[in-house]
Nanobody, 122 residues
C-alpha cells in the first residue's frame, strides 16, 4: 500500500507562486513514478507533471512548461510542485499520484492523495 499526503494549496493572485508538497510512504516500487494532476470544476482530471524517484527525468504538460517545476527529495520521500507565474486557468484541485510506471492518464497511477485546492485570482 502507498499513502500520499499533500499540502501547500491556497489562494494566490495571478502572477504569484505556490509550492505543493506530497509526502509518500509505502511500497517503493509501487510509487516509482510520482505525478501531479489537476481537476477544475466540470472538467476531467488532467496530467500536469511527473517524475521518477530513481532517475532525474521529468515530464510536463505543455501549458505549464517553463512555469512549473517538479522535484523530489528522496531522503524525505517527498515530491514538490513549484508553481510560478500562476494564471487563473491554473485554478483546480491538485492531486498527487503514485504508480509503478510513467503515464499521463489518471488510470496509469494506482495511488492518489486527497487533493489540495489551488485558486488563482485575476
Amino acid at each position: 500500500q502507498v499513502l500520499l499526503v499533500e499540502s501547500g494549496g491556497g489562494l494566490v493572485q495571478a502572477g504569484g507562486s505556490l509550492r505543493l508538497s506530497c509526502a509518500a510512504s509505502g511500497r517503493t516500487f509501487s510509487r516509482n513514478y510520482m505525478g501531479w494532476f489537476r481537476q477544475a470544476p466540470g472538467k476531467e482530471r488532467e496530467f500536469v507533471a511527473a517524475i521518477s524517484w530513481s532517475v532525474r527525468t521529468t515530464y510536463y504538460t505543455d501549458s505549464v512548461k517553463g512555469r512549473f517545476t517538479i522535484s523530489r527529495d528522496n531522503a524525505k520521500n517527498t515530491v514538490y510542485l513549484q508553481m510560478n507565474s500562476l494564471k487563473p486557468e491554473d485554478t483546480a484541485v491538485y492531486y498527487c499520484a503514485a504508480g509503478a510506471y510513467y503515464g499521463r492518464r489518471p488510470s496509469d497511477y494506482a495511488y492518489w492523495g486527497q487533493g489540495t485546492q489551488v485558486t488563482v485570482s485575476s
